[in-house]
């Protein structure tokens, strides 16, 4: 993660098996997991992080042991988004937390966009990569079975709430021009649901909150990869309760905590 975005995941091992890109471009900073905002009845789009559409918004950003959190207010509504990972449990964490300050209710869609490697490289492996819709875990899963060490594992990407929308065309998301600034997918209502082998991949899932005035919701995305198809479900579902989440949170910062007051040095100079 930086001070831009959601930067990227991986799983098991950094190298061989990135779940999303990795650019090796801290100038750039290409966001390739985003959250995307989107007022339904005014058609603004913006994000709830300084990448990818924060434009020259004002944002703050706090990097602590274990997590990230990204704090702004714009068009009336408060967010903080908090980004960690399981201790134990291959699975990310990203609970955003929404507060209508307007006087009215308001309609909003959140959209979780990642791209997929399954690999080493994105142009090596996208063409092997299978993505499968799992409704009862409200999920979208992926495979490259071509992996040769981690051809059996599943990643995905889960929302707490019913998914609105969902595609895994990333074409189909962005548009032929790619814009991760304005994405093609949210200039128009609702996503394509493109779930075709040996497209361009991504995981884009879509939920739609309606917020009453001073109302505060709270939404959780888990990205994240099991060893087989059955251990992603069960991660899904396990993380599906925002208890297990909560809880989880607790468990991490308390290891750091734990594990960086482990010495004291008391000095004769201040």
């Avoid at 603004?44 to 997590?67: A, C, E, F, I, K």
């Avoid at 251990?231 to 734990?258: C, H, K, N, Q, Y």
Wanted: aromatic share 10%; charged share 25%; hydrophobic share 35%.
């Amino acid at each position: 993660v930086s001070e831009a975005g959601l930067g990227f995941s991986w799983a098991g091992n950094s190298g061989e098996n990135r779940l999303t890109p990795w650019d090796n471009d801290p100038v750039r900073d290409v966001p390739r997991e985003a959250i995307y905002l989107r007022d339904e009845e005014t058609a603004w789009v913006w994000s709830p992080t300084p990448s990818p559409t924060g434009g020259d918004s004002t944002y703050l950003v706090r990097h602590g042991t274990g997590y990230s959190i990204f704090e702004h207010h714009r068009h009336g509504l408060k967010h903080r988004l908090r980004v960690f990972a399981d201790r134990q449990a291959p699975v990310k964490v990203l609970h955003l937390r929404l507060e209508n300050t307007w006087n009215r209710t308001r309609r909003i869609t959140v959209t979780y966009y990642a791209e997929w490697v399954l690999g080493v490289h994105r142009d090596q492996s996208q063409q092997y990569v299978v993505p499968e819709y799992d409704a009862g875990r409200k999920a979208l899963l992926a495979r490259n079975a071509y992996h040769e060490e981690f051809g059996e594992a599943v990643a995905f990407l889960a929302a707490s709430e019913g998914l609105h929308g969902l595609t895994a065309d990333r074409t189909e998301f962005l548009g032929r021009r790619g814009s991760y600034e304005h994405p093609a997918a949210l200039e128009r209502v609702g996503l394509g649901s493109g779930l075709c082998a040996g497209l361009d991949p991504c995981a884009a899932v879509q939920v739609h909150l309606n917020l009453e005035p001073g109302a505060v919701l709270d939404v959780h995305f888990l990205l994240g990869q099991g060893e087989n198809r059955q251990e992603s479900l069960d991660l899904i579902e396990e993380f599906a309760d925002p208890a297990r989440v909560e809880g989880s949170w607790r468990e991490v910062t308390r290891f750091w905590e734990d594990l960086l007051t482990k010495v004291q040095v008391a000095t004769p100079d201040p």
